[in-house]
């Protein structure tokens, strides 16, 4: 995998992006974050034109939540951000594979990974521990 | 991570999995596909509830197309198919994660991931060569 490319990208590289990409009926596109180092998939989520502008503008990962309806910055309530480092579409432009660099933790629960539920042995199983107390992540 | 399990997952694991999961209002939940052993992103894909059942059950991975509205056992015709080591679910239920073992390529363009696009330098990159060439994973 390549190393960490922090520098935003240019409004042609963006405009490029956003040709490429095929957004869905409500205008978003499913974006996988990766740790750029490691591998580990932290999470999956959604974004919006405007959130891959962004996100490719300022090297820092803002989604669209669905939930909300509105531009959500990874870690503006958590101080758990994700700094871009690539980011890739696949053949058919319509899902983002986003490697990135994840301070902390990605997932709301305290765990590195949002994927820390696995079937093992016949059974739904936790296979990772909380990390970071959801408190602490998001206050009481 | 860890290693190949390629036994066939129990009935009861299978109900609390299906249980577990999320469904959208079209009856389906995006799964991303992932080389167990080297970490890359190979491609992501929707299943309904009957492919996660068969991919569980049989430990060969079955996605659901949304183009041809039907089960689609990865690899039939190209024999690039993926057994499934591990499949692990996210915080919210909503998305999967398939740890598999990838035959050949996962991309219909011969490519080993589907992400082969990367904004690099200022433009949309290609970043993958073909392996296979498509007309022998399909035929004429």
Redesign the interface.
């Known amino acids: 995998m390549s190393g960490p490319?922090p520098s935003p990208?240019?409004p042609?590289?963006i405009r490029?992006?956003l040709e490429?990409i095929v957004f869905d009926a409500d205008g978003l596109v499913?974006a996988?974050a990766?740790q750029h180092d490691?591998?580990?998939?932290l999470?999956?989520a959604w974004m919006n034109r405007e959130a891959v502008a962004e996100t490719?503008g300022t090297g820092s990962v803002c989604y669209f939540s669905r939930r909300r309806q509105a531009l959500w910055r990874k870690g503006e309530r958590s101080g758990q951000r994700q700094a871009l480092v690539?980011?890739?579409?696949?053949?058919?432009g319509d899902?983002l594979?986003l490697l990135v660099d994840q301070t902390g933790v990605a997932?709301?629960?305290g765990?590195r990974s949002?994927?820390?539920?696995?079937?093992?042995d016949?059974?739904?199983e936790t296979?990772a521990e909380v990390e970071i107390d959801p408190k602490e992540l998001y206050g009481e």
């Open positions: 490319r990208a240019t042609e590289a490029q992006a490429a499913p996988i990766q490691s591998g580990e998939v999470m999956l490719l690539e980011l890739r579409l696949d053949c058919d899902c594979l997932c709301h629960t765990r949002c994927f820390f539920r696995a079937i093992r016949g059974a739904l296979i």
